[in-house]
């Protein structure tokens, strides 16, 4: 099976790419291992800009390899402040991918401002947001959550269900958290007819 690093160094298939220069929203109980994944893949600095009050933010000894050293975080007292360091830290050029989780659902005025600041600063943005509280302004909208399964932990559903410049899709996926590689898992097939008899 090819990993998802084969993929996109094929540049045949970019499933689960964030396009650069934008903000992208993710919701569900997984977005925050979706958010680790890119931190992985994108190379430079990145900042996790959180309310000072938020404390579900990551362990620096849980972080996928790599991610530590690069990793600053930033908290704001409150939704105003954060909204302004995300749009700060998204101009800014050195760095690779901007991490936030606003309580607020975010206005379109915000969502636009954010987008400027993404594009200015040629930055990816990642909004980890609560279900329904996004942005009409976002290029892309994920939902992740972690799969039931009882032999392997690290399967995930990451449904791409808004998506400015492409298709949509649902992608199973089996990443166990410290790499940058990722297999897609074909899902279960369906059967479109009823079964013969046995023979």
């Avoid at 998802?4 to 964030?18: F, V």
């Avoid at 925050?32 to 404390?55: K, M, N, Q, S």
């Avoid at 269900?161 to 790499?179: A, E, L, M, P």
């Amino acid at each position: 099976m090819r990993t998802l690093r084969d993929r996109l160094q094929a540049g045949s298939d970019k499933p689960l790419h964030l396009l650069k220069g934008r903000v992208h929203e993710v919701e569900g109980r997984g977005r925050t291992g979706f958010a680790l994944y890119h931190a992985a893949r994108l190379a430079g600095p990145i900042f996790w800009i959180v309310l000072a009050h938020d404390h579900d933010r990551p362990m620096p000894g849980s972080l996928p390899e790599g991610v530590a050293e690069r990793l600053h975080f930033i908290e704001a007292r409150d939704e105003t402040n954060l909204l302004w360091t995300v749009e700060e830290a998204l101009r800014a050029r050195p760095v690779s991918l901007v991490i936030s989780a606003p309580e607020k659902p975010i206005s379109l005025t915000a969502g636009r401002r954010l987008q400027l600041a993404a594009e200015a600063g040629g930055t990816t943005g990642l909004m980890l947001i609560q279900e329904g509280r996004g942005s009409n302004a976002a290029e892309t909208r994920w939902k992740c959550d972690p799969l039931p399964s009882p032999l392997d932990s690290t399967r995930h559903r990451w449904i791409l269900n808004k998506n400015k410049r492409g298709t949509i899709g649902i992608y199973d996926v089996s990443w166990n958290g410290t790499t940058v590689a990722v297999h897609l898992v074909p899902q279960a097939g369906e059967r479109h007819q009823p079964e013969g008899p046995p023979r």
